[in-house]
């Protein structure tokens, strides 16, 4: 939704020097994280996913959380965390004029 508005903003040529670099900013933050695929399994038996529930709330995790940590357990890849320093590169490679561009717009769209 705020990609649509950013981009219809810039369109439109209102206030798109802002609207730019909040777009860039928001794209290079969806582009920290790896591309994954979706999975789906399907006829899971219901004390399973009562099971999968509890071990979720234990661990303070979504139900999603937990199952992605069981994949990752069970195949021994953890995705990487990225460092400050790789983090900073990034950020500074958008050429960003404003820290407080994204948050402000990410603001005004949540408020409407």
């Known amino acids: 939704m705020i990609f649509a508005h950013l981009n219809?903003?810039?369109?439109?040529?209102g206030q798109s020097a802002g609207c730019n670099s909040a777009l860039k900013m928001?794209?290079?933050?969806?582009d920290l994280e790896p591309r994954f695929m979706d999975l789906s399994i399907k006829g899971v038996p219901d004390e399973q996913m009562a099971?999968?529930?509890e071990l979720?709330?234990?661990n303070h995790r979504s139900l999603q959380g937990e199952l992605r940590a069981i994949?990752?357990?069970?195949?021994?890849i953890a995705p990487r965390p990225l460092s400050v320093d790789e983090i900073a590169a990034k950020?500074?490679?958008l050429g960003l004029t404003r820290r407080d561009e994204a948050a402000r717009l990410i603001r005004e769209d949540r408020d409407r």
Do not use: C, F, H, N
């Not at 928001?26 to 969806?30: D, F, G, K, N, S």
């Not at 994949?71 to 021994?76: L, S």
């Open 8 to 13: 219809g903003l810039a369109e439109k040529g």
């Open 26 to 30: 928001l794209q290079y933050y969806t």
């Open 51 to 53: 099971r999968l529930r």
């Open 56 to 58: 979720a709330k234990a």
């Open 71 to 76: 994949i990752d357990r069970a195949t021994g």
């Open 91 to 93: 950020v500074s490679r």
